[in-house]
Each structure stands twice: as structure tokens, then as C-alpha cells.
């Protein structure tokens, strides 16, 4: 059944909600957290516990205008190349705390644009990976690649390496789109780049789209869907695209007037669903989407999707240990955030510490929260009274307003302590998670966290 939005939900997509990729989320995070909390929490992890590992490279070539995440734009290469051997010592460091303790499961590479870096330096780091925390031969590798600067034979050595899926940034196919945002790629180029993948026997190939760019129009968006769908990807993200100038001022040089409109974005959005169903994909989560057979649409139809700091994934390792320069790892009970500055992270290392410059520990009631979040946005269900359980009489009763609010408008349904949204009510799963956080909707005057030190 294709989902459109009910005239009377729409009241609710101009509210900016949290991503959830944690929870309190990483705007909560402070100083009280150090390097060494996260040493302490390190050496906790067991012998055998999944890990997922993330390599985060902060560089890239050019800056493209719509983007939120932690880059730089870099031009003298010898920079990278002081931050690949940065990258090495803290893996290395790592790896003499956790003295052989736990087995990764996957490796992501993620940025900024990691293949800014040349397939010499990624094999560097996978190496120093591999003999400092251990890698076998089912250690899932997962890269995030621009296809403007793939390079001669990049695709079929990182194959080789073991690189088994590929993320490309596609955002928009639409030249004049492309040339409002500063990413200018042909669809040639992707096309080829997919077709190197798929020759190198790379099996899982993952789009991002963004619907909400300037100068989009349904007609052009449905172009871009028709090539997206083309191309085949195993996965496809599809975000809504988040105008901030005021936090990001490379947002700036985007002309607002050239922004669709809200009723443009949710027909964008309608689209792009209605075409990836007829198409043959699983719906996943809020805003991607999976080939039936795909690792992914496999998680969810047993119940195993998880969400972490990458998004949706099919990753059953709860505990992330994240390396780089503003990299968030996360261990039951901590989140641990690195320098984001180059210069601090560098000094950091140089002083033989490890790279934590800030972090969060949630408290007992925030995690309980959280798992409730987490639950809704991987299945679109959850029990809340654990959750009414352990807030104020004055927080339940402005929870329970909320969600009667959102079943009144038929946006969920109330069973029991369960809450579940109802079909065709998943782009509003955000919406639904915010009604259960304190900090989004706070009561009796209280607007901030109060740091509950349990480390």
C-alpha cells in the first residue's frame, strides 16, 4: 500500500524533529565527559563482543552547499596524509586498551568524502584495523564514496580489499539542481561508477537522495527516481533536506527563494515512495529503502533493524568505537565524541591520550527513553510504560497529552501500554519519537539536561 500523507497530518511536517541517531542526542553533549571515561568503558568490553568500527575522513575536494556534516575542504594532500597516520596511532591506542577484547563485525568508512583519500591510505587503515582490533574474513566493509573523484582501478581495489558495499552520493540527478547546491556529477559518471561496482562484484550498492533541494519540481524529482531506479541500487536513503543557514553557514549560498515549498516537498516525498514500492523495494524505517533480498529488508522482516550514528542498519553490534576527528563511538552507557577541530585532535594524540574531547552519559531514565525512540523508528511500535514509569507525574501527563493529540488525528494507535503508527503514518515516526522526549517538550519550565555523572 503506497503511502500519502492525510491533509491533516501535514500540520506536523514543519516541526523540526531529532534525528534520533541518539538519544539525548549529541546537542547534549559535553565536557563532563573525558578520555578518560572512555578508556574506563573500553576496557569493559568482553572477549568476544560485536563491534562496529567507523572511520571517519573529514576531507573533500569541493564543498557541496546543501551539506551538514563535519568536512573541510582540503587541496595539499600532505594534510591527509597527517591524518591517516593520526588515524593510525588512535587506532593503535585502542587496540592496547582493548588488549584483544572484542571482534569486529563491520568496518565503515564514512566522512566528508572518503575517497578523497587514495586506496593506499584506506588499506593503511584497514590494516591497522586488522592488527590492532582483529578483522576476519566475515568483518563486513562498507565505504561511502563521490564518484567525481574515483580513480583508474579505485573500485576494483577496494573490492579487493574486501570493500563489500558502496554508498554513493547522488542527492540529484537534475543538472540545475546540482548547479544550486554546488555538486555538479553527470548521470553518466554514476552510471559508470555502478557498473565498475557491480564488474568488481561489489553486491550491495546504496544511493542518497535528497528531496527538498532548490529548484526541485515533481517533474524534475521524477526524473531522478526514474534514473535512480534504473541504476538498481540495493539501497536507497531518501532525506528530506534540512535548510539551517543560521547552524551551517555554507547553507548560506543556497538562495532560498529557489526552495520548494512545503506542499512541493511532501508531493517530492510521496513521489519518491510511490516509485521505489512499484519498483520492488521494502520500505525501511522513515526514509530508506531495500531490494526484498538485501541485508537490510532482511533485518526488518525479522525484526533486527537497529539504528545507530550511520542511520538504519542491519548491524547487530551494539557497541560503535568511531576514530577521527569528531567521530561519536558508543558503549552501553556512554557516548564519546572526538575532537572536532584537526588541530585539537592532533594535539590530543600527540599527548598520548586518546582523542575524547566530549561526550554523554545517559541516565537510567534516558536510556529506557531512548530504547522506546529506537523501537518506534525501527518498527513503528513500543511499550511506553517503562517510560511513563520513570519521568515526573507532570512529564507523563504531557506524553500521554501528546500521544492522544497523535491518535486523535489517526497518526498512532494506542494498545494497551503499546503504542503502534499507523500505515501510512511512517514519515511522521520522528514526530511520534519527539512526543516521548522530555527535552523537546519541556515541562514546569525545564529546558535543560541535568548531567547525571554514573560513568
Not at 566522512?111 to 582490533?133: C, F, H, K, M, W
Not at 522513515?286 to 550514528?309: M, Q, S
Request: glycine share 8%; charged share 25%.
Amino acid at each position: 500500500m503506497m503511502r500519502f500523507m492525510k491533509p491533516h497530518w501535514r500540520k506536523y511536517l514543519g516541526a523540526r524533529a531529532p534525528r534520533y541517531t541518539s538519544f539525548p542526542s549529541a546537542l547534549h553533549f559535553d565536557e563532563q565527559v573525558t578520555a578518560v571515561d572512555f578508556a574506563a568503558r573500553l576496557r569493559e568490553i568482553s572477549l568476544y563482543e560485536p563491534l562496529s568500527i567507523y572511520v571517519h575522513v573529514p576531507f573533500c575536494r569541493q564543498m557541496c552547499w546543501y551539506c551538514g556534516c563535519s568536512m573541510r575542504v582540503e587541496n595539499d594532500y600532505a594534510r591527509a596524509l597527517r591524518y591517516v597516520d593520526a588515524l593510525l596511532l588512535e587506532v593503535s591506542r585502542i587496540g592496547e586498551i582493548l588488549n584483544g577484547s572484542g571482534q569486529p563485525l563491520s568496518v565503515h568508512f564514512g566522512g566528508g568524502t572518503p575517497n578523497y583519500l587514495q586506496v593506499d591510505e584506506i588499506a593503511r587503515i584497514l590494516g591497522a584495523i586488522e592488527s590492532s582490533l582483529g578483522l576476519t574474513d566475515s568483518t563486513k566493509l562498507a565505504i561511502e564514496l563521490d564518484p567525481r573523484l574515483i580513480r583508474g582501478s579505485d573500485v576494483a581495489r577496494l573490492a579487493m580489499l574486501g570493500f563489500g558495499r558502496i554508498s554513493i552520493g547522488v542527492q540529484d540527478f537534475d543538472p540545475d539542481v546540482q548547479a544550486a547546491i554546488n555538486r555538479i556529477q553527470s548521470f553518466e559518471l554514476v552510471e559508470n561508477a555502478v557498473g565498475e561496482m557491480r564488474g568488481a562484484g561489489v553486491n550491495d550498492i546504496s544511493f542518497d537522495l535528497l528531496f527538498g533541494l532548490p529548484k526541485q519540481t515533481p517533474a524534475s524529482f521524477r526524473d531522478t527516481m526514474e534514473k535512480t531506479i534504473a541504476l538498481a541500487p540495493d539501497r536507497v536513503a531518501i532525506f528530506g533536506y534540512a535548510h539551517l543557514p543560521a547552524a551551517l553557514p555554507r547553507q548560506r549560498l543556497i538562495e532560498e527563494s529557489t526552495l520548494p515549498s512545503s506542499d512541493i516537498r511532501i508531493e517530492l516525498s510521496e513521489l519518491a515512495d510511490a516509485m521505489m514500492i512499484a519498483a520492488g523495494y521494502r520500505r525501511i524505517g522513515f526514509d530508506h529503502y531495500a531490494k526484498p533480498d538485501n541485508a537490510l529488508a532482511r533485518a526488518d522482516r525479522e525484526g533486527r533493524l537497529r539504528r545507530n550514528f550511520q542511520g538504519f542498519t542491519d548491524d547487530i553490534a551494539e557497541t560503535t568505537i568511531a576514530v577521527g576527528a569528531s567521530a561519536i563511538s558508543e558503549i552501553e552507557g556512554l557516548y564519546a565524541q572526538n575532537a572536532k577541530d584537526l588541530g585539537e585532535y592532533y594535539d590530543r594524540l600527540g599527548r598520548g591520550e586518546l582523542a575524547t574531547a566530549r561526550g554523554l552519559a545517559p541516565s537510567p531514565r534516558e536510556r529506557i527513553i531512548g530504547a522506546a525512540i529506537r523501537d518506534l523508528l525501527c518498527r513503528f511500535e513500543t511499550e511506553i510504560s517503562a517510560v511513563l514509569a520513570r519521568v515526573s507525574p507532570h512529564e507523563a501527563n504531557a506524553i500521554c497529552g501528546r500521544l492522544d493529540a497523535l491518535e486523535a488525528d489517526g497518526v498512532i494507535e494506542w494498545r494497551g501500554d503499546l503504542i503502534a503508527i499507523t500505515e501510512g503514518a511512517g514519515p511522521l515516526a520522528r514526530i511520534v519519537a519527539m512526543a516521548l522526549d522530555p527535552y523537546e517538550n519541556p515541562v514546569c519550565g525545564m529546558t535543560n539536561r541535568p548531567f547525571a555523572r554514573a560513568i
